[in-house]
């Protein structure tokens, strides 16, 4: 049995899966929905989750701590701003992942990341 062993290390070495999760964090909070292979979704969650923990918290502290992970500062003053105060009242579990099937390439399994009250915008025609 596997329970509570770790981590997902997605066949990469520790410096790249830390860029790629830190990418997908940033991208994530900024655009509200990714879509990306199943394990990698599975990881992100715990990383983007623990963001909006943070931004729940407050504080300069936290801030700086969000800004130190995030690539962007937009996301940032994201989280802060708009994401705290949405999520002020839920006690966890931010996001959904929903799976969406199997690349053509290469056959891995495709999800979509996203935060649990997110609404695509309909496209203007």
Do not use: C, W
């Amino acid at each position: 049995m596997r329970h509570k062993h770790g981590y997902r290390k997605l066949g990469r070495d520790s410096a790249h899966r830390r860029a790629m999760l830190r990418n997908m964090a940033t991208s994530l909070i900024t655009h509200e929905s990714i879509t990306t292979t199943l394990p990698k979704a599975k990881e992100l969650r715990s990383v983007v989750e623990k963001m909006v923990t943070l931004g729940k918290k407050g504080g300069l502290h936290n801030q700086r701590q969000a800004a130190s992970y995030l690539f962007d500062k937009a996301a940032v003053s994201k989280v802060f701003q708009d994401l705290a105060p949405r999520f002020k009242d839920r006690p966890g579990g931010y996001l959904r992942i929903l799976k969406r099937g199997v690349r053509f390439g290469d056959g891995a399994k495709l999800a979509t990341i996203e935060f649990v009250d997110f609404e695509p915008k309909a496209k203007s025609e």
